[in-house]
């Protein structure tokens, strides 16, 4: 029989690993779900716990393979989805 600690961290160990770019992806679906522009903020708000600089990473595979542009720039800068 497990003692409580031993199935305290099983279950902290079995909700922390995730596979490698799990992130990415729940910022693509994200977008996929997002209507008309969106801003950084916006997709920060949908996906939490998740970090700028991933988020800054996500955006530009998008935007390497046209999928997403930015039309602005800094922090309030707005995007879309490139339809197609």
Not at 4 to 11: C, T
Not at 12 to 27: H, Q
Not at 55 to 73: E, F, N, S, W, Y
């Amino acid at each position: 029989m497990l003692k409580p600690e031993s199935l305290r961290e099983e279950l902290r160990v079995g909700t922390i690993s995730s596979a490698r770019g799990a992130k990415r992806e729940m910022v693509r679906r994200a977008i996929e779900r997002m209507t008309g522009r969106f801003t950084i903020g916006d997709l920060k708000r949908a996906c939490p716990g998740v970090s700028y600089p991933t988020l800054q990473r996500a955006l530009a595979d998008l935007r390497r393979t046209r999928k997403v542009r930015c039309l602005g720039r800094g922090p309030n800068a707005e995007w879309e989805r490139i339809k197609g």
